[in-house]
Antibody
Framework: EVQLVESGGGLVQPGGSLRLSCAAS????????MCWVRQAPGKGLEWVSV????????FYADSVKGRFTISRDASKNTLYLQMHSLRAEDTAVYYC???????????????WGQGTLVTVSS | QSVLTQPRSVSGSPGQSVTITCTGT?????????VSWYQQHPGKAPKLMIS???KRPPGVPDRFSGSRSGNTASLTISGLQAEDEADYYC???????????FGGGTKVTVL
């Protein structure tokens, strides 16, 4: 059974930094792309970042490009999201998810973790 | 404002059918057969209910079905049950750099 457990969320001041982690189990971690998707309070879903199974390729939504960095550690089966220069509009529940890949495309998030809340406020 | 357009809410009585629409463009819903639907109960993670327009993952009841016509995808829940009350989000692949676009979500209420 796929399990994804996020951690690292919390309250941070505008301009601050935070690192999220996602511990994965139940599948061969290095064989799958992974992603972060966020959901602002009472709002819909927004993809944030995607990383390939090898970690060699990374992709970011325009809203976080240059401020967030996605990475992974195969030895720890863990996905990370380093967030800098945080803004109020980054306040959201951040979900990590395993990505389905076919025909050269990352077509959808598949299995999701339970999420971790990031609140950016002074 | 979400890229894909969904109705804010739909409702039905137990046993009835409800359909949620998801309207995009030829760059997403109409351009790729990679439309998925997620169910989200309050405070819980999204759960994949339909992939690739109309495929049901293992364990998803067959009362959930998906379809597409042009730039509009639809999720139909037949034989509505109390546990189906939740928010539903559509998602479409939109290219190698845009990745995924989502709908704003539809709240399904079982009367």
């Amino acid at each position: 059974e796929v399990q994804l457990v996020e951690s690292g969320g919390g309250l941070v001041q505008p301009g601050g930094s935070l690192r999220l982690s996602c511990a994965a189990s139940g599948f061969t971690f290095s064989s799958y792309g992974m992603c972060w998707v966020r959901q602002a309070p009472g709002k819909g879903l927004e993809w944030v970042s995607v990383i390939s199974g090898s970690g060699d390729s990374t992709f970011y939504a325009d809203s976080v490009k240059g401020r967030f960095t996605i990475s992974r550690d195969a030895s720890k089966n863990t996905l990370y999201l380093q967030m800098h220069s945080l803004r109020a509009e980054d306040t959201a529940v951040y979900y990590c998810a395993k990505v389905f890949y076919i025909s050269g495309k990352y077509t959808r998030p598949d299995d999701w973790g339970q999420g971790t809340l990031v609140t950016v406020s002074s | 404002q979400s890229v894909l357009t969904q109705p804010r809410s739909v409702s039905g009585s137990p046993g009835q059918s409800v359909t949620i629409t998801c309207t995009g463009t030829s760059s997403d819903v109409g351009g790729y057969s990679y439309v998925s639907w997620y169910q989200q109960h309050p405070g819980k993670a999204p759960k994949l209910m339909i992939s690739d327009v109309s495929k049901r993952p293992p364990g998803v009841p067959d009362r959930f079905s998906g379809s597409r016509s042009g730039n509009t995808a639809s999720l139909t829940i037949s034989g509505l049950q109390a546990e189906d009350e939740a928010d539903y989000y559509c998602c479409s692949y939109a290219g190698s750099y845009t990745f995924w676009v989502f709908g704003g979500g539809t709240k399904v209420t079982v009367l």
